[in-house]
């Protein structure tokens, strides 16, 4: 497997002695994905991400990973922030009120994503944090001493990714989502040049729904769409915007193909993920 500098990064201070791992207990991964660098943790890692491609890379490796996660708290908790702010400052308010007193919340992000800025912002909800630096990345963590918790912050970033209305009301959404607070004008731009749709089809790459929408409202001749989106935050929210239509919807990987016989299928597939251009995968669509 291809190196992953964040993550080798994010385990130094576990392999170095720095943080400690008790025997038998577990630790808490958010945003989890697989690399060889945690490998020999399989198995006191309790996995949490909810994009499916790299949900299924970590269960194929043996790890023990979910969508969703429970108020159970641990005594140690690993993220990988995201990009998008409010999105990563939540995941970082969610580790400190997972992480049991005395216990540790460690990140790790690369120096062009905002490292610095990132281990700014824990600081800013725990107070005292120890930081390494190397691969051109940055992994800090912190003690929770709930004395010297910023209560009020974290409380306020726990509701930064919140659902929300976007569109004057007409879509619900949330930060992290791919265009989460806007209409793509990519997608607008497709649905300006679609020709007649009727029968059954599918939309790849669906995310809060925004084309199904648009083709239901546009082409009476519709029948039904099955919707099929990675991001299972984003399938949730489709579920709800398209509640009235009569849609199929599933949290799946297309790259790894599709079941079924369409009339039409209708996609704005993406190539990017993060900064790195991913033409392959907009290929793989």
């Not at 490998?39 to 909810?50: A, H, W």
């Not at 749709?197 to 546009?218: M, N, Q, V, W």
């Not at 009476?220 to 099929?228: E, K, Q, S």
Request: proline share 6%; net charge negative; glycine share 8%.
């Amino acid at each position: 497997m291809s190196s992953d500098p964040v993550l080798d990064t994010l385990a130094l201070p576990l392999d170095d002695g720095l943080i400690d791992l008790p025997s038998g207990s577990k630790a808490l991964f958010l945003r989890a994905r697989y690399g060889l660098a945690l490998r020999e943790y399989r198995d006191q890692l309790v996995c949490e991400q909810s994009f499916k491609p790299a949900l299924d890379a970590l269960t194929q490796q043996g790890f023990r990973a979910r969508p969703e996660g429970d108020e159970t708290q641990y005594p140690l908790t690993m993220v990988l922030p995201p990009r998008q702010r409010e999105e990563y400052r939540a995941l970082l308010a969610r580790a400190v009120l997972s992480t049991t007193q005395g216990g540790t919340v460690v990140a790790a992000v690369s120096n062009l994503e905002g490292a610095k800025t990132v281990e700014g912002d824990l600081k800013a909800l725990t107070g005292d944090i120890s930081s390494l630096s190397k691969h051109k990345c940055r992994v800090f963590w912190a003690q929770i001493d709930a004395s010297s918790l910023n209560h009020d912050l974290i409380e306020a970033w726990s509701k930064l990714d919140a659902v929300r209305p976007i569109e004057g009301g007409r879509f619900l959404s949330r930060p992290g989502l791919f265009a989460w607070d806007r209409i793509d004008a990519g997608s607008r731009l497709l649905i300006q040049h679609l020709p007649p749709l009727t029968g059954k089809g599918a939309d790849l790459g669906a995310g809060f729904g925004y084309l199904t929408a648009e083709i239901f409202a546009r082409h009476p001749g519709i029948t039904h769409v099955d919707a099929y989106e990675a991001e299972q935050r984003a399938v949730e929210l489709a579920r709800q915007n398209l509640k009235d239509r009569p849609v199929g919807f599933h949290w799946h990987d297309v790259t790894s193909g599709i079941q079924g016989e369409f009339d039409f299928i209708v996609s704005n597939p993406p190539f990017h993920i993060d900064r790195a251009d991913k033409h392959d995968l907009g290929k793989a669509f």
